[in-house]
């Protein structure tokens, strides 16, 4: 099976500008800001992308790491300091 790369291409920046668009939403709708735990802020982002995005599957695990949880190993939980909740809002 050949691929025509050019198809690829514009597929990839398809892809990217629904990224930037689902980003720009996600800022719009206020999701992510102080005392919003990641679970929360993943939970509305996904019905955010459905939602808005029509995005039924995923190609890669999502997820969301905020404040004290942002620079730890991810654990498969919210495992940082703290209660996983975001205290300095940078967004």
Same mark, same amino acid.
């Given at each position: 099976m050949e691929f025509d790369e050019s198809v690829r291409a514009a597929e990839l920046l398809q892809a990217q500008a629904r =990224?930037? =668009?689902l980003f720009e939403e996600i800022a719009g709708a206020? *999701? +992510?800001g102080p005392g919003v735990?990641?679970?929360e802020a993943s939970r =509305? *982002?996904? &019905? +955010?992308?459905a939602d808005r995005f029509g995005v039924? &599957?995923?190609w890669h695990k999502r997820i969301v790491r905020s404040g004290p949880n942002t620079l730890q190993p991810y654990r498969g939980r919210s495992s940082g300091p703290g209660d996983g909740r975001?205290?300095?809002c940078l967004c």
């Open positions: =990224a930037t =668009a206020g *999701i +992510l735990r990641d679970s =509305a *982002i996904t &019905e +955010l992308a039924q &599957e995923y975001r205290r300095h």
